[in-house]
């Protein structure tokens, strides 16, 4: 550990592996609402924040456990359930006014088509206009949720449907 005169202890966040500072702040330079999205073990969460000075405000905001009002009873976490969460918030953002957007995954690590990019995916097919690379993204049997299970894939069509709806 170092130590000395000179030595600043980093911010609690940034110690405890919670926040990246020099990220944040160019999401923050861009000027533009931040599109959200967190995962924990149980659930998804996607949200459009905009920076302010006495903390962000959030302007729209859905967690997977609202997918169940409409119809969804498979796995909270899943990647379906990632996509129909960041969907039902762009749909609540578009009527707040809200175009465009950066995505903001936080400390989380991707990888190719994983549900952080099903968000994404979610979040532009709802209207969001968010700069990102197709390559990323998944592909339509794995939104869908084709590959957990025949059923999941038919409940899905019909829970994007009443989401259109909304």
Known sequence: MAGGPRYRVPFRRRREGKTDYRYRLRLLKSGLPRAVFRRSSKYITVQIA??????????????????????????????????????LTGKKAMKKGIRKAVFDMGIYVPSKGCRAFAALRGLVDAGIEIPHGEDQLPDDSRIKGEHINENVASMFDAVKAKLEDA
């Open 50 to 87: 905009e920076f302010g000075d006495d903390g962000d405000r959030i302007l729209a905001h859905s967690t997977s456990m609202e997918l169940k009002k409409y119809g969804w009873t498979g796995s909270f976490s899943s990647t379906p359930a990632a996509y129909l969460t960041a969907y």
